[in-house]
């Protein structure tokens, strides 16, 4: 009956593999065609140039800073949102802790998982209206209202936060954690429940305080679900087009002031669209294509660890 | 070393009226090994974790030593504990997993390291001390989670059903290896099971309880010889002991065909109350089959309880008769110990007589032991 298999499994493939290749990987092979040639975007005359727009883009300095920037996101969005998320989530399932009673969560950890979740069910473009409010240049910001409210501030000249090139790129990021800590916070919370609660018992008799339960014992065990939630927002620090595009300055998918929030993608659709280089904007899809690759390969390589049983 | 003392300790459970553990009160010697023991939902295990601090105490007061720990936290009280799923962590090697405690105590690594070796010799875990939790077997896993709590020399060991995901040989192996140990070590020893073998096999005394109330604290030998009421009667022992309630007659209680001998006085305090019955117990080895020159109420028939057999199990070096007889009007079922290589067959009717002084009479309304 063993030959009879494979043509049905064949069968079974053919149809999902066709529109995989067709729908997926067609337009990534499109793409590294067309990122070889003058392509302007509204034609179809274009013209083979080699390698010349990878080349431009290594000397291009908008370029190399949008890469910086992708680089940062890239650094702390995984970092912050993942020691948030886990701290909550400890706080939340094992982190309450009176004189006796075991190991239980802090008091109303039901009502603040919900209220946690909340930023995750907005969407970016509401996202993007929340934090035009909050970040306003005057004080009817809510920030800036509040600063000025408690004096650390003066009203004629509060921070433009989404206009001062220093501090632009921060405010993006702590959008996108604020969002995102809800939903790691739940992954966590599933990840640790799966955890036997007689091992933080034991934890507990062994002596262990709350810090080095967290440390030795609650992250090894999450080291799965962190390594996870890691390739996530790698992803996302890749991307944060939407924000930067909504909520600053600048002509065409914003990225202002003065290219200081400048990311990869709003980049390459600025060449794309607006100056008519699609060609080159494909060269750029190209790299951050890699980027995103080796990024993800990087992090499920280096976090690899023995799976743990329980 | 330590005593331990529960004194009337309660623990309610929010939500519930019935206190989980009722006003608990034992006194644990120095190195003694007390072994709860009762059917599921007893609370034999809120009583120990009652002691080891992982859950509240409601009322009333525990005790190690000297110390009142009623409120103190696990970790000071300097007790360690042994969990049924042994609750290894499982990304630490077996050496890591038990020099735990000693590193978190900031015990210096050579310390921890003979210490630890010094516990895995004992445990026969040495060649193990590298390995993660998961390439173990059970028993393995058991002697780690034992290993854990020796290291760290605490002045009480509680144990909550260590035994219960082993297979029924190594359970038995290592219900001696533990016995032993404790014996070894001297330290106070709380221990928590469901299985009454374990209870009677390796504790110094047996505690048992039901429904949260403490029923009988003594010696495996007195609870299975003076059972102090109906429950404990019938919890102890395996087969469990045969109860047939029959009424009182002048002089003593009438069981089938004989007399079985009870305090004048005991018997009287119970018809006062308004008993018409009590009921007698009889352990299934204490029956003795009657062949014709036992004492007889009545000459015609013989002596004792006529028994008819539905099933024999055969154990090898003897053998159980499920039977049912007719005891004062009604069906009973009762269990009679045979000799191994007598065993009769199904369908038979054996006369049993209750060997004389292994019978145990208790009140049927109130449970309470009423022969000596």
């Not at chain 1, 300095?61 to 020691?83: D, G, K, S």
């Not at chain 2, 309880?305 to 055969?314: F, G, L, M, S």
Request: with cysteine; aromatic share 10%; proline share 4%.
């Amino acid at each position: 009956m063993r030959h009879r298999k494979y043509p049905f499994i064949v069968g079974f493939l053919f149809v999902p593999v066709v529109l995989y290749t067709v729908l997926m990987v067609w337009p990534y092979i499109q793409t590294f065609g067309y990122s070889l040639t003058d392509w302007s975007g509204e034609s179809q005359t274009m013209h083979f140039v080699g390698l010349k727009n990878y080349t431009t883009l290594f000397g291009d300095t908008v370029f190399r800073e949008a890469l910086l920037h992708n680089v940062l996101l890239l650094v702390f969005l995984p970092v912050i949102t993942i020691l948030l998320a886990l701290f909550f989530a400890f706080m939340l399932n094992v982190g309450g802790r009176g004189t006796t009673g075991g190991v239980q969560g802090v008091r109303g950890s039901g009502f603040y998982r919900v209220v946690f979740f909340f930023p995750q069910v907005l969407s970016v473009a509401i996202l993007a209206v929340l934090f035009e409010a909050v970040y306003r240049s005057d004080s009817g910001g809510l920030l800036n209202g509040i600063l000025v409210k408690i004096g650390l501030e003066n009203p004629q000249n509060p921070i433009e936060w989404l206009n001062d090139p220093g501090t632009v790129l921060w405010c993006l990021l702590a959008i996108v954690v604020w969002q995102g800590v809800g939903f790691y916070l739940v992954l966590f919370s599933a990840a640790m429940q799966s955890i036997p609660r007689e091992v933080f018992e034991a934890a507990l008799l062994d002596g262990a305080g709350r810090g080095q339960t967290f440390f030795r014992v609650t992250m090894p065990l999450l080291w799965d679900s962190v390594q996870t939630a890691w390739v996530y927002l790698a992803i996302a620090a890749m991307d944060f087009f939407a924000l930067v595009s909504t909520l600053t300055p600048g002509t065409a998918y914003g990225g202002g002031p003065d290219y200081h929030s400048e990311v990869l993608s709003t980049y390459l659709m600025r060449n794309f669209l607006f100056y008519g280089k699609s060609g080159y904007a494909c060269a750029m899809g190209v790299v951050i294509l890699l980027i995103t690759l080796v990024v993800s390969v990087f992090a499920l390589r280096v976090t690899r660890r023995e799976r743990i049983e329980f | 070393m330590a005593t331990v003392t529960f004194d009337k300790a309660t623990r309610v459970y929010p939500g519930s009226d019935r206190p989980a553990v009722d006003q608990l009160e034992i006194d644990i010697a120095d190195g003694e090994f007390l072994v709860l023991v009762g059917p599921s939902g007893c609370g034999k295990s809120t009583s120990l974790r009652m002691l080891a601090g992982l859950e509240d105490v409601n009322d009333g007061a525990i005790r190690i030593g000297d110390r009142d720990v009623t409120h103190l936290p696990p970790k000071d009280r300097d007790i360690a504990m042994v969990f049924q799923n042994y609750a290894l962590y499982p990304h630490m090697t077996v050496a890591d997993n038990m020099g735990f405690a000693l590193k978190i105590a900031g015990v210096n690594k050579a310390e921890i390291r003979t210490r630890v070796e010094e516990a895995a010799k004992i445990l026969d875990l040495t060649e193990f001390l590298g390995r993660k939790p998961k390439a173990l077997s059970g028993g393995q896993r058991q002697r780690v989670a034992m290993g854990r709590a020796i290291v760290r020399e605490p002045q009480v060991f509680l144990m909550d059903e260590p035994l219960s995901n082993l297979d029924a040989k190594l359970r038995v192996q290592t219900r001696t290896q533990i016995a032993g140990l404790q014996r070894r070590l001297g330290t106070t020893t709380v221990y928590v099971t469901h299985d009454q073998v374990e209870a009677m096999t390796m504790g110094d005394r047996v505690a048992v309880l039901k429904d949260g109330l403490l029923q009988q604290v003594d010696s495996p030998r007195n609870m299975y010889d003076r059972p102090a009421n109906l429950f404990v009667a019938g919890f102890i022992g395996s087969p469990a002991m045969n109860l047939v309630e029959v009424p009182v007659t002048d002089g003593g209680v009438k069981f089938g065909n004989s007399i079985v001998p009870v305090n004048r006085e005991a018997v009287a305090a119970a018809v006062e109350k308004g008993d018409r019955t009590v009921t007698v117990g009889v352990r299934p080895e204490h029956f003795d089959i009657a062949d014709g020159e036992a004492k007889s109420l009545s000459k015609d028939e013989p002596a004792g309880i006529a028994v008819t057999v539905n099933v024999v199990e055969e154990l090898g070096a003897d053998g159980y008769v499920y039977g049912t007889a007719e005891v004062s009007g009604e069906q009973k079922d009762i269990v009679v110990r045979v000799g191994g290589r007598s065993v009769p067959l199904k369908g038979d009717v054996l006369h049993v007589v209750p060997r004389a002084g292994e019978t145990h009479v208790f009140s049927t309304s109130t449970g309470e032991r009423l022969s000596d």
